[in-house]
């Protein structure tokens, strides 16, 4: 039997003719006049019985497996049947330091501490946001009263995050030992889920459970809990099975759930963070009040919205692959990501036997992180990923970062124009072949294992308006080199394809300009070599005969013993353009990304009379 | 014919929803008697949703959707998404429901030497053979005999060096021991032997069972079958009297001669062993047991004149006994007290 899940077979009219094709095949019923009103009602009717029962087998078929089924429910159900809990919506942190100085307060304490929820306002697009600490922070008297607060890993930058704080109460009746407990909001980010189990309604005295995800073992007493999105996109807590699965709350406890519901991303890039109140001071004669200094250290990035339908589908099966255990290189990269996805926007992992220069021993991981994610922030994330690798390492293989190798991609394009097939201008349609050239970039390039192709893009570009007859571009690839100003160095740069081989025509490496020794310079191969010279601008004379060499086959690029004294153009880098090898693609390989450079790039039109 | 021995039990669930015999059952019975073609025609129209001409055979595969063992070969393309990383690899598996079946068990032991046997198991219907090669990398230093070591140890008399829980390898094709590189021979390497080139398999083996950061060599097994018709004895020939044990004579040996047998302790019982006359004639007709010990470690030693050592610090218990000889043919090592 033939089984696909197509809706292609659902057209009335196909199954009314294959009903009566059966059963005119059917001896009793091969002599009857289908067409005739009676019979052709009958079959009206079987055939929309037919039609119906197939439409819903069809959508039920559908929405058993991850891949194809279309409800949100049935995605976070099917994902969350392996294992994998999708993430809720993220609050955007911002890290800030925290101090009051009482001056000499008399009988001032020796430490101060603020509480967890501690309040600060901030505004984005002149909308209010509120961010709040995620725990209680102290700070020690330095001797002069000034008090520099710390987190529980006694680090001033505290992170606060936005978002409002609620608090759930539930009660555990008679009857529902095994309950879930519904948290009816959307905006919930669970990962700043507090839950406590008071032992009735009026005791203070209280049990953190901790998320299961979190737990390194689980027995009848473990305090365990499970978060999970619920059908309707809310939220449901449960707890174990009180027997072997962890701890169940008894009949009479109180539960309580303290979150964020969180603007998610609409607060990201906050920078600026005011206290809601004034710190108390208590001394033996009376409480005093003093400001709280916040200074900003980052500002507010990696809000995220609830996971997308499609990052369910992608991310699930990896997730379900690496068992919370890092082995393969798929497996570090989907944990991390798991983890750290709202920092990270793509992520290639990859054992140290596959790096260039081989490494035994080492997983190399390199991320794209989120723009709005600054050098700080990666920086912690680094260590926080390098944490998580010491918990689920099979293997205590060391963990290496290498930040993505980018290749820019300079694209200059031409089109045939005809006006007489178009209203617009010349100018209209230009703008209008340029967004489309800088919406293909967009969409197809800047991850790993993303490539250029010209062909796609040039498809793209003969679709923009029937004047647009046709259309070529040529490519050059790009890399940037930041040197150490006024010292001599030398580096190697390593493009994402290869660099054309030279000719006795024209150059086909060039840079952008800079002074070198006080002579204003650019990097240009010698014509028909391999030789890398630096060129008077002002002259055309060779100023330095030999800076390096490039190897055209492998896209290496190699600079010896050059000087820079300044960069023209306010850049603190050198632009180094080589005519791509092959300018129909740019494949990157391993660690490698293509950017594209809007700047050197251009859209030109030729208006032609021909059709 | 063989009999089919498969376990399986394929179609184990009596589901059936558009069952045409059901239809005489459900409908009225005087339909059966004044209606008899309507009841007909309502089977053949049954006949016609069990055909493939009809999308309501969907209808079936919903009991069956999740059911690895007898999902539809198509639809059991989803679960390998779900389960596999993705159907780009699924026509490539040898025994499709057991990669899916087994994939939780493959991911929980990912990195271990069974995982890997699995995985060609389920994904190319093969054997292989794991091994790390750390354990051929030849180790410079000290040969010891670390289980006399551990020995003497127990019996309370001072080991020679108890730091020393590895011994260093011989020199000598016999000895299997390769000097380090940057590929197999290192701490991190694995090799695979199998019958499949590594081009066929490395892609997937990657993905689903490799420790990122770590060499994997594959090495292609050429397994012949040999011919059972070459073993069969010629007829006329009668078969010759296989070894026959006849008495166990100990051997007390005080003194060694190139006469004399070398007794070998193998635990309860002793059992003589004759050294190679060309070697016996290197040594002293007058050199006892416990000098002979103390200067070779095994008879391996004695028997295989190519398995020098770097030993660097040998103290032969008597010096007339140098255990170096500029002759290549006879034992020799490079102890320093020699040279």
Redesign the interface.
Known sequence: MVTTIRSTDLDFTTIKNNLKLSLKNNTEFADYNYEGSGLSNLLDVLAYNTHYNALIANMALNESYLTTAQLRSSVVSLAEAIGYMPASKTAPSATVNLSVNTGNLAGRPSVLSIPRGTKFTTTVDDVAYTFETIGTVTATDDGNGLYVFKDNLDREAITIKEGTNITKTFLVSENSPDSVYVIPDKDMDTTTAFVSVFADLTTTAYATYTDLKDADSIDDQSKVYILRETPNGFFELSFGDGNTLGKAPESGNKIVVEYLSTSGPDANGADTFTPTAQVNVPTGAGNNAFNLTTTTVTKAVSGALVETVESIRKNAPFSYASQNRMVTAVDYAALIKRNFGYLIKDIQAYGGEDAVRKEYGVVFISIVFKDDVTQATADKAKGDITALARQLQVITFDIKFQDPDITYLEAAVRFQFNPKFTSSSVQEIQNRVDDVVTNYFTNNTGLFDQSFRRSNMLALVDDVDPSVLSSRADLKIQKRYTPLLGSNESAVLRYASPIAEPNDERPVVKSSAFFSNGVKVTIQNKLDSYKLQLISIDDSTVFVDNVGEFAPSTGVLSLTGLIVDSIIGGNSFIKISADAANPSSASPGQNQIVVFDDDLSFVQAEITATN | MSLDKTLRDINRRPLSVQDKKQVKGILPEYFQTEYPKFA??LE??Y???D?????????D??FL??DITQV?I??LS??E??????QQYFEGFVNKREAADY??TL??S??TKYSIEQFFRVFFNTFVDVKYTKENVFIVGNVHDIEKEKANQNAGITPYAPEITVSASRIGHESQRYITN?KLY????LLIKTTLPIQTWIDEY???????????GGEVQIISIAEPDYLIMPPGIPDSDGPRYVDQADVAVVAFNATNHIVQDLGSRQEPFTLNPFQLGQFPPNMTLAAFDLNFNNLANVQNPGSNTFDDDSTPADPSYPKMSSDSKVLMNFSNDFF
């Open positions: 007909s025609f053949a129209y006949d016609y949703q055909s493939d001409l009809s999308p309501t055979r969907l209808i595969e919903l959707n999740r539809d198509d639809l989803f679960i998404d779900e389960l596999l990383l993705g994939s939780s991911y929980k990912k990195g940057d290192q701490k991190y390497a990657k993905l689903f069972v490799h420790p990122a950061g770590m060499y994997v």
